[in-house]
């Protein structure tokens, strides 16, 4: 793969991120508001991996209080900087 295709690569891949990245933010403050729970919790998904974003995504129609979402966040943070 040539330089050219690896930048466009990149780009996409960085795109799908931030796409994923506004987008769970987006539900997330729809679905529960900014209680200082989840608004304390925003700022950690910013370097998340897009595939903890896309999953974060598809639980939160499954969530059914606040404190569901936030421990699955925190664990999620804390199992992806700490990979077996």
Same mark, same amino acid.
């Given at each position: 793969?040539?330089?050219? !295709?690896k930048?466009?690569?990149?780009?996409?891949?960085?795109?799908?991120?931030? /796409?994923s +990245?506004?987008?769970? $933010?987006?539900?997330?403050?729809k679905?529960?508001?900014?209680?200082?729970?989840?608004k304390?919790?925003l700022? !950690?998904?910013?370097?998340q991996?897009?595939?903890?974003?896309?999953?974060?995504? /598809?639980? +939160?129609?499954?969530? $059914?209080?606040?404190?569901e979402?936030?421990?699955?966040?925190?664990?999620?943070?804390?199992?992806?900087?700490?990979?077996?």
């Amino acid at each position: 793969m040539g330089l050219t !295709q690896k930048l466009i690569q990149q780009g996409l891949e960085e795109g799908r991120q931030q /796409e994923s +990245l506004v987008l769970a $933010k987006r539900l997330l403050r729809k679905k529960f508001g900014l209680i200082p729970e989840i608004k304390s919790l925003l700022p !950690q998904l910013d370097n998340q991996p897009v595939e903890i974003l896309e999953e974060l995504i /598809e639980k +939160l129609f499954d969530f $059914k209080e606040a404190t569901e979402a936030v421990d699955w966040i925190k664990h999620s943070i804390k199992d992806a900087k700490n990979p077996e």
